[in-house]
């Protein structure tokens, strides 16, 4: 016997009939002798249309009644997800955030869990019920509603596996697991058996959909066995956890991104602060930078000189390019250029650390397709590039014939060199 704790997204109860298919494989479980717990997200396009219909009244709306209302789809879901199990003769039991409680702060729209109390939750397993929980919802220590922010289920159900110290959690949605990329654009990509915690955040940071940042990260902090299911179709699925003493493949994965921007500060005066003078003002409107690139300086009019270039989300380009403006003036920059619509692709995989030469390997293959590099960020596990957005399917599908993505590990003749020795 097992204590699992299940998360059911938008697009697994999007129905009534694909919530009665749920009920039965909860059923499956439960009959097996498994406590099982629950997170089940809003029925796909739910949490859009009350967004909508918000928008009609104001289009800037309080955010403390935006989460009021948001929460409200999760609450319809548990309820017919607990009346499909009873009909199916499982014991059921809603519960919403507060009622747990899962207490949260608050930031709303983008809570962060503070504190959960399991016995609620106990209480209702102890009983031979299985909790039904409303997932992307907490409530403030003032009982004001609040979320998680999108994708917030994923970081409800990682929490309450933590509370619970469950055997695992279990992540259950449209696709079959964690991919070596999007199978869309790479017909040869292939599932993952398994894929550390470290590699998954990097992942999920870099354009991989397929959980929350947020959810990873407690995950790993907690260690707490993580697993991608698809909902549907049987199947071992994809095991995030800890590195074990297994070689891992150099390269688990390759994530993109089409919504990034670009944005340059030529002739800044290079000297201590600038940095900050430029990025502290788009930091404290709460638009993240991503990837930065300094050159080296050079002298003019016998002042050291240099450019600085960033990223950021596209949806942010417009407002981090103003206060840009600004902090340049200031500094007596010469010029503010910018770009939206850029592409990022990353290679990520804990192998890098014992191999010298992947950077060269994947900069040699993109050359050969004539790909134009504009950034390069590199970290042990990741290798991240900025390029024209036209040229991200053929850069992606490049690097995952190059580094022979589509084969099982033990099958890759790899042509990388181990750290510490020379080619």
Not at 155 to 163: E, K, P, R
Not at 196 to 207: N, P, V, Y
Request: one cysteine or more; charged letters at 25%; aromatic letters at 4%.
């Amino acid at each position: 016997m097992a204590l699992i704790v299940q998360k059911y997204g938008g697009s697994s109860v999007s129905t009534t009939a694909k919530i009665r298919e749920i009920a039965t494989k909860i059923k499956g479980f439960h009959d097996q002798g498994d406590e099982v717990v629950v997170v089940v997200s809003a029925m796909g396009g739910e949490t859009d249309r009350l967004q909508g219909l918000a928008q009609e009244l104001e289009q800037a709306p309080s955010p403390r009644e935006m989460d009021v209302l948001l929460s409200t789809g999760e609450q319809v879901t548990i309820a017919m997800l607990a009346m499909a199990l009873e009909q199916a003769g499982t014991p059921a039991q809603s519960f919403t955030g507060w009622q747990i409680p899962i207490t949260a702060n608050d930031e709303h729209a983008k809570a962060r869990i503070e504190n959960i109390e399991p016995d609620a939750l106990r209480s209702a397993l102890d009983a031979g019920r299985v909790p039904v929980v409303a997932g992307f919802q907490g409530v403030t220590k003032d009982n004001a509603i609040t979320t998680l922010g999108r994708g917030g289920s994923d970081t409800t159900a990682v929490g309450l596996a933590t509370a619970l110290e469950a055997d695992e959690c279990q992540i259950y949605t449209d696709v079959d697991g964690v991919y070596t990329t999007d199978p869309r654009i790479v017909a040869g990509a292939r599932r993952l058996d398994r894929i550390t915690f470290e590699e998954m955040l990097e992942m999920a940071s870099l354009g991989s959909r397929v959980l929350q940042i947020r959810a990873v990260e407690f995950a790993g902090k907690y260690n707490v066995p993580l697993r991608v299911c698809s909902t549907f179709d049987d199947g071992p699925g994809t095991l995030i956890t800890l590195e074990d003493d297994v070689e891992e493949p150099i390269i688990s994965g390759i994530a993109f991104t089409q919504d990034e921007a670009q944005l340059t500060v030529l002739g800044v005066p290079d000297q201590p602060g600038v940095a900050y003078s430029l990025l502290g003002p788009i930091g404290e409107n709460n638009i993240e930078v991503d990837m930065i690139l300094q050159n080296v300086s050079e002298l003019t009019d016998g002042a050291p000189l240099t450019d600085f270039t960033f990223t950021v989300h596209n949806a942010d380009y417009e407002a981090a390019k103003r206060l840009l403006e600004g902090a340049a003036a200031e500094l007596g920059a010469r010029e503010v250029s910018g770009e939206s619509g850029v592409a990022k692709v990353s290679m990520v995989g804990v192998g890098m650390r014992s191999h010298a030469n992947v950077a060269s390997r994947m900069f040699k293959a993109l050359a050969r397709e004539n790909i134009n590099l504009r950034m390069i960020s590199t970290t042990e596990i990741k290798i991240s590039i900025v390029v024209e957005t036209k040229y991200v399917e053929l850069a992606v599908r490049a690097l995952h014939h190059e580094f022979e993505l589509d084969q099982p590990p033990q099958q890759v003749d790899s042509e990388l060199t181990p750290a510490g020795e020379q080619d």
